[in-house]
T-cell receptor
Framework: EADIYQTPRYLVIGTGKKITLECSQT?????MYWYQQDPGMELHLIHY???????EKGDLSSESTVSRIRTEHFPLTLESARPSHTSQYLC??????????????FGPGTRLTVT | DQQVKQNSPSLSVQEGRISILNCDYT??????FLWYKKYPAEGPTFLIS?????DKNEDGRFTVFLNKSAKHLSLHIVPSQPGDSAVYFC????????????FGKGITLSVRP
């Protein structure tokens, strides 16, 4: 069973506020990801990391930033929240399986609403 | 352009019957396919996967079929149970260190008691 945690689970915040979404995993996985997902839509990769001090932008452009100072921790920050940032944010991790990083384990998600 | 397509947004089946969820892809470099199940307000959970060297993989009530020539895969759930009601995402990946998952939009399965 995968152990990956996200806090907060729900967040309602006003426009212009700075927010940090937390993600931690206890499996020692080197690769971690952030996805954004809206109802009825696919998961869009917004950031990923191969390991400590490694961060890359995903396929969907995002105004958020990420950091990876510790293997187990991959927080996502929005400097100035806007209503267009309202979405569900999902964190995931995976480990090298000899030829690929196929299977990803997901956290419970953070439902962000910006008013 | 969507590389993984789940064209039917929803499916409703009777408890005990078979559920068949379909997925099509366009990228011929995809060589690994996964199905995830997602309940509202929760993260997706891995269900079953299949490599492109196989055409079938079975795990309990869940079977995934892959037709490479048609670039089509399907998830069969037999027998369907009310607890199977959820959104099912099809995902695909190329191999390699840069492998990333490309997801479809999901299918909402409702299993009627």
């Amino acid at each position: 069973e995968a152990d990956i945690y996200q806090t907060p689970r729900y967040l309602v915040i006003g426009t212009g506020k700075k927010i940090t979404l937390e993600c931690s995993q206890t499996m020692g996985h080197d690769k971690m990801y952030w996805y954004q997902q809206d109802p009825g839509m696919e998961l869009h990769l917004i950031h990923y990391s191969y390991g400590v001090n490694s961060t890359e932008k995903g396929d969907l452009s995002s105004e958020s930033t990420v950091s990876r100072i510790r293997t187990e921790h991959f927080p996502l920050t929005l400097e100035s929240a806007r209503p267009s940032h309202t979405s569900q944010y999902l964190c995931a991790s995976s480990e090298w399986q000899g030829a690929n990083y196929y299977e990803q384990y997901f956290g419970p998600g953070t439902r962000l609403t910006v008013t | 352009d969507q590389q993984v397509k789940q064209n039917s947004p929803s499916l409703s089946v009777q408890e005990g019957r078979i559920s068949i969820l379909n997925c099509d892809y366009t990228n011929s470099m995809f060589d690994y396919f996964l199905w995830y199940k997602k309940y509202p307000a929760e993260g997706p959970t891995f269900l079953i996967s299949i490599s492109s060297i196989k055409d079938k993989n079975e795990d309990g009530r869940f079977t995934v079929f892959l037709n490479k020539s048609a670039k089509h895969l399907s998830l069969h759930i037999v027998p369907s149970q009310p607890g199977d009601s959820a959104v099912y995402f099809c995902a695909a990946s190329e191999s390699g260190a840069n492998s990333k998952l490309t997801f479809g939009k999901g299918i909402t399965l409702s299993v009627r008691p």
